[in-house]
């Protein structure tokens, strides 16, 4: 009985079961061709709504609004909104004022002024040197920022980290007058820098 064979299952069983597999994995590839049309679809409707005329429209449209703003430099951290825009009063009307805040909430120093008219910026750029709040506010023509044009600005040398330069080629010597494995007493010890 021990070396008998044992069919455990019925071939009828196994062909159920195949059948049943083969059903189920029917039923996923559908349900995963509905889901790749749908999102074919999301995505044409998404790329209809971004296309390159709104993307020009809205660069357009950031101009226009640079155009009638300034920027605001100098500005006290207790200064609120409402007073810059105070200061500002006697320009034009004054649509907008933003004061820029790092991460944790607390003011940086500068502020944004939207006008509803372009020739407040000129009345504006005459306030350039004013006091507010005891500091001199510097006042110029906001400038409109091209998505890519980043200016270049090499790394400044970092007096702590010490020389990070390389040292001038030094042509071999023709004998190791110091002998195998052994560092000249001149040479500085080289430190690990992962930069280098």
């Known amino acids: 009985m021990e070396n008998d064979d044992v069919d455990m299952l019925g071939d009828d069983n196994n062909e159920a079961e195949l059948d049943d597999m083969k059903k189920r994995l029917k ?9 790749r049309e749908m999102q074919a679809k999301v995505e044409k409707e998404m ?10 429209a809205t660069q357009n449209n950031k101009e226009e609004v640079d155009a009638r703003s300034v920027f605001v430099g100098n500005v006290d951290y207790a200064c609120t909104p409402e007073e810059v825009q105070q200061h500002f009063q006697s320009c034009g009307t004054v ?3 933003t004061i820029r805040t790092d991460k944790f909430g607390q003011p940086k120093g500068y502020a944004y002024v939207e006008f509803l008219e372009v020739e407040a910026v000129q009345e504006a750029l005459s306030l350039n040197e004013s006091e507010l709040h005891g500091r001199q506010l510097k006042v110029t023509a906001k400038r409109t920022n091209i998505p890519g044009m980043k200016q270049y600005r ?4 970092n007096p702590y980290m010490g020389f990070r330069g ?14 195998y494995g052994k560092v000249p007493s001149f040479r500085m010890a080289m430190r690990y820098s992962p930069y280098y």
């Open 95 to 97: 649509n907008r004022v």
């Open 47 to 56: 790329g209809s709504v971004q296309d390159t005329a709104t993307a020009a």
């Open 27 to 35: 039923e996923m590839e559908d349900e995963a061709a509905a889901l």
């Open 166 to 179: 390389r040292p001038p080629y030094a042509p071999p010597f023709a004998y190791a007058p110091f002998g």
């Open 154 to 157: 090499p790394r400044r040398p």
